[in-house]
């Protein structure tokens, strides 16, 4: 189980991960990313308490608050209890908002590319948010996609005036069929909304990160423009926003604190 300080930023933990020794085999690739998936859970969950969501897990342990319980918390679905990466459940609601977060950090050895495993990934969103919505229709499923930035850019020219899309554009073309589910009545197999997040080492020691909504229009074969790019905490209130469009937002008045 991970420890994660309160002062350490998302972008903190990428950067320690990264600056580990660089996992070379198989078994190690799938422990280096399952400790990045547990660790952007945590963040995201802790991001949306400060956002009022109370009592999302995985949050720290009351016996051990350096440390954190909740990891794949298990919600109820049309097929029996399921993990959610991160889960709001209320008693009133039920499960009211899940975060199932997929990352893909290596490249293909054949093709030097990330989009090798996208239809896996696809299949696993189409049946999360199908069990899910099934027995919660009015659940709001999101989606975090992580890909390394270098996905932005590795489309290769083939003789034709442009390049390939990228594997990040190629990204968003697979993912946008699954997002966009609006209504509760809309397919269940849709998630609310999905982001395809990049991260990367950058010049100087600085970690980007930052958060794509598939609905939008990717560049081909570079990194999208800083006008459609959302930041850790821009992703988070687009959350809240949905989660509150889908519930109805709690009356206030103009002159209260």
Known sequence: MPTVSKRQTIGESIARLLGSAPPTDRAQK???????SRELAVHVAQGLR???????????????????????SRARTSKGKKKLDVNYSTPELGLALGVSIKTLNFRDEKSRRYTKNFTRIDNEL???????HERQPYAVMIGLVFLPLDSCMDGVARGAAKPNPSSFA???????NRAGRVKPTDSPEKFERIFVACYGEAAGGDVPLWFFDV??????????????RRSFDEMLR????????????PFAYADDD
């Not at 799938?30 to 990045?36: A, F, G, P, T, V």
């Open 170 to 176: 190629q990204s968003i073309r697979v993912f946008r």
């Open 30 to 36: 799938k422990n280096w990313s399952e400790r990045l």
């Open 215 to 228: 609905m939008t229009a990717p560049s081909r074969n570079t990194i999208p423009r800083n006008v459609d």
């Open 238 to 249: 687009q959350i809240r926003e949905d989660f509150e469009a889908r519930n109805g937002s």
């Open 50 to 72: 400060e956002l009022k969501f109370r009592g999302v897990l995985p949050e720290p342990d009351p016996a051990n608050p350096s440390r954190v319980a909740g990891h794949e």
């Open 126 to 132: 189409r049946a999360e948010a199908m069990d899910y």
